[in-house]
């Protein structure tokens, strides 16, 4: 699936984007749907968690 047709979020203005709208420091994507791309708010703090568990763990 090309980028055009792909759903990417903007945090700038919390909105769905389908295709390649927003500078590339405001958007998180591609996704496939958007409702993934709806997602991406909770997504980003659940990796984000995940990786200062990790660090976490090596100190």
Do not use: C
């Not at 500078?23 to 591609?30: K, L, N, S, T, Y």
């Not at 996704?31 to 090596?58: C, H, L």
Request: glycine share 6%; no cysteine; proline share 5%.
């Amino acid at each position: 699936m090309a980028d055009a047709e792909k759903y990417w979020y903007n945090f700038a203005t919390g909105q769905v984007e389908h295709g390649r709208l927003s500078p590339a420091i405001d958007r998180a994507g591609p996704f496939d749907t958007a409702e993934q791309a709806a997602r991406a708010p909770e997504i980003a703090q659940e990796r984000a968690r995940s990786w200062a568990e990790e660090e976490a763990r090596e100190d």
